[in-house]
């Protein structure tokens, strides 16, 4: 895929990121943890473009978002995006690229968007002890004793767990699509 291809290709994928966090969002556990398909193209990014754009459609994306319909959570909520999509990016389609076994693609996706998911859960324990206390005006210990394992590990399993079947499911119609275009 050419240069100018890819880079198309790419702001559409944050287009439709933007879109579907404006368009589809609602609560999971607690009324301000809201399950959003929005990491399903950036995930996407990176599985067909590699770790590197994918990290970097995370970014823009979390950026933009903090600026627009996630404007409420401030900076706090870009760091926390960015690092957490990032980070289930990251590690999926670093996997998913550079891994040779399992040969099967099924078995490879399925690994790569498990590994992303357990990534993102881990990276969303550290930071809801590092800035939930400040957005929440509360302590640390507070959020590990009543709400880590109650509630921010399941609803990060269950979200990232809900955009990877996304992306399992249709990522090899767009690999179809893209090997007939080319």
């Known amino acids: 895929m050419r240069k100018y291809q890819k880079l198309i290709t790419l702001a559409m994928l944050a287009a439709i990121s933007i879109v579907l966090v404006a368009l589809i969002r609602f609560p999971m556990f607690l009324p301000y943890l809201e399950y959003d398909p929005a990491d399903i193209p950036i995930l996407l990014g990176g599985f067909m473009f590699g770790p590197l754009s994918g990290l970097l459609l995370a970014v823009v994306v979390s950026a933009i978002q903090a600026m627009t319909v996630s404007a409420s959570s401030g900076w706090i909520g870009f760091v926390m995006h960015a690092l957490a999509t990032g980070g289930m990016v ?83 119609i767009i690999q179809k699509i893209i090997k007939n275009r080319a």
């Open 90 to 172: 990251l590690v999926a389609s670093l996997f998913y690229k550079y891994f040779k076994y399992p040969k099967n693609n099924i078995a490879k996706n399925v690994i790569a968007l498990i590994l992303g998911s357990l990534t993102m859960t881990v990276v969303m324990i550290a930071m809801n002890l590092l800035l939930t206390p400040i957005f929440a005006h509360t302590t640390a210990k507070y959020i590990w004793e009543n709400m880590m394992f109650t509630f921010i590990v399941p609803f990060n399993l269950v979200k990232s767990g809900i955009n990877s079947a996304v992306v399992f499911v249709i990522f090899p």
